[in-house]
Structures are given as C-alpha cells and as structure tokens.
C-alpha cells in the first residue's frame, strides 16, 4: 500500500459557490472532501451531477482501481481497509469503530457506486444502502490538495482548493482576489445633505449635518416641517401608500422656495425625479390636500398636463421642474410631514426638540454656541486661534475673550501698542519699543559706571533687566 497524507480538521460550512450547501469532511491523500447538498433521489447519477457542478470531483465507494466499487471516471486514493472501502475509512477516521453507528461529518452523506442497486441508488454511508428513495442529502465530492494550505485568504475568508487552482470566498465586506480588500461602501456617497461618511466593515455611518436626520441623512427638517426623500423608485400609488404609513404624505409643492429645497437637497448627479403630491382628479390638477395647482411650480415647457392617470415628479434632467407621467411608472418620492414638540425633550442647553413623521425623527435646533444632535456639545470659538501675538484664547458660549500680552491690544491682540508714548526713560535717555517691553538706552551720554537696575527703573508691573553698561529694559513681571 502506498504512503498517503492524512489530516483530519474540523467540519466548517459556508456557502457554495455553484451548487447547494457544502461541508468539508475531511482531507485524505492529496484531496479535500466535502459533503455537497444535492437536489432530489440521491442516485449515482445525482452525485455526479452535483460534484460536477460544484466544480469538483466524485470519489468511488472504493478508492481505486484495485479496490471494489471503482469504476473510470473516478479518483484515485489509498485506503487502509482491507477491502479499500472509503466510507469506512472516513468512519474509523472521524468516528472510530465500531462500524454501523451513526457517524456525525459522515450524516446524510452518499457515495458514488455504479452497478450495484436495480434503482442506481448511490452509496449511504456506513453501510451500503440505496439513496434512490432519499431526497436532498449529501453527495461526497473532492477537490485536489492545492493551494489552501498556504493560507492565502485573508480577513477571516474561507479557502476553496479547486482543480485550476483555489479561490476566497469572502467574509461581508471584503473583495480581492485574497479578500484583502475592504470593500469602501462610502465610495458611493450614501450620505445626503453633505453628512460625512464612515467606513465600517460591511456596512457605513453617517454623521448628518445640522437639519438632517435617518441612516443617510435624507430626513430634512425646514421651516414648515419635514421632508423624507425615499431610497427606491415606485410607483405613484405606492408612494403616496408608503408616506402616508410614515405619518405624513407626498409633499406639496406650492412655493418656489420648496421646489429649490427639494432641489438644493438631492446630491448633485444623483438621477433621483421624485414624485410630489400633484395628480390629476376629474377635471384638474390637485395636491393631496384637494387644492389646486399653485402658480409658483415651476414647469416644463410642456406645462401641466390635461389628460387623465398623469402624476408629477420634478424633472432631475431639467432642474428639477415639474413634469407629468404616468402614475404607474417607478420614480423616487418626497414624503411631508409637520413638524410638532417632541413626547420627551431630549436636548440640552435650551435646544427645544421637534419630531415628525410619527415622532420616527427628531431634531434638536441649537441656540448659537451650541451643537450636536441633542445640543450637547459647546462650540469651540477658541479652535481657529482668533487671538494674535501670543494672546490666550478663553472659549465661552458663543463668543471668545483674548488675554493679551504686555504691549498689546484689542479684541484679538491685533493692536501693537505704543510703549514709548506712555512711559518716560530716566536721563532723558532715549524709548525704543519692542512690541511687548521697552528699552531705554544711554545713547551718547558717557556714564562713569555701568547702569544698574533699581525699584525706581520701571513701571509698576515690571521689572528691569540690564541689557549692557549704557542700557535696562523694562519687561511684564
């Protein structure tokens, strides 16, 4: 008997690439096993089929062409039983004997053995029985040993050996070749109203702008209210349906103002044409709430229509005007809401909270000075550094104080005072300011020894410092 690689791990699932459910089983003499979900009788023909679109290959009941059960077409492997039955080799492997008990990697499993049952039924483990009257279990398929073991996938993927070679199947949120890619699922800007967006694995995060609110930031809060910019196309009936479960309905467009809100909200290059709450009743065109078209809608050039089963949406192809269409075709929608005081005031430092659409949004406007979504968070006016020449910057609520240094002034420091005109230097000596002190100095007058600083030399406040024999300063103490 030939030398052969044994290794057994441990049963681990993931999704098949082609087929049904896959299991691996165990891997034996060069080949990776799996138990591979099939579809109907499990007859010999059905095994087949299954590896083969699996992308792999069947194992005989017996392991080569000395053994019993083999037949062309299937692979070669050693075994070590005395009869070259591999079910039974599997079973003493995983399981151990005795032989006939039920065996756990092995359940369910069928094997590939030709001529053997009046029905082709294939192969049960551990003992033969027909898999003719069996529906939906496992056929045993194998793949050559091949790159896997080198651990090639990365990022918590799963490694498939395949005859060309090996592939990754990828956890959530990963591509590449070896999954080592982190898929960037902000690349598509999910983010409305210019929120930030953040990278997480298999999924994202907005950070909405002040007015904005939901996962991508396409609740907008206005003067008037709310409105809530759908995510999918449907039609007219069904969005007016799907505003009006939120707690609102299609949004009424009857000022300018609104049609550029709307407008203004959408990221730009998006191709969302949402419908507005405007259709044709018998005889005119009405919003939802029964009144008629407003003259500050802007239109296409063709206007508004006169023929029945027509709805608007605003054009994203042409500005946003108002254009009709059929009621059934699939457009992105404008749901509106009004807005009223939240159940509970969840904001801090007097922000007042306001809900809409059902209380399923809340926004918290912020009095000056203070952000975040309940106003919790007190805006740093110190952060641009405002205050010039070594000024301290002191941040209170919205506003800042600068602490300047000696020899300046103003708010921000910005004023370099003149030192020179507000002191006098002894001896008639001559002033010359250095921004944050002065010096005096002896000039031409000839001293019979060098100068020495006393009480007398500077101002209160300061102090003196000699500079030479001819000169002192006076600096902030």
Known sequence: MGTFLLSVVAVIAWSALSAGEMKHVISWDGWEFYKVRAEGAMTNANVKATCEAAGMRYPC?????????WTAGCISVNSFTYDCRIPLDFFYVLCGPPFGRYCGPLGDMFVYLPDVFDDDGACGYSWCFSGA??????????VALGTCASNPCTNGSTCLDLPEGHTCVCAPGYGGNYCETDIDECASNPCWGGGTCWDEVDGFSCVCPEGFAGETCRTVMYADGCLLFSSDAVSYPEASQECQNRGGHLVDVKEAELQRLIADSIPTGSDVSPWIGLKMSPGMMTYTDGSSVSAQLEWSTSGPPTSCDVCVYLDSTNGYVAKPDSCMEPHHYVCQSES??????????NGVCTACFNDSYTFCPCPDGYEGDSCNIDIDECSSSPCQNGGVCLNSVNSYNCYCPFGYAGDNCQTDLDLCAQVACPFNWQCQDEGNH????????RLMEPYSCSSASCPDGMYCKEEGPASFSCRAG
Do not use: H, V
């Open 340 to 349: 009223k005081p939240c159940l509970q005031n969840n904001c801090t430092n």
């Open 61 to 69: 009941y017996g392991g080569n062409q000395t053994c019993y059960g």
């Open 133 to 142: 009257k069996k529906q939906d279990k496992f056929a045993l398929c194998a």
């Open 438 to 445: 002065y010096i005096c100095l002896a000039g031409t007058s």
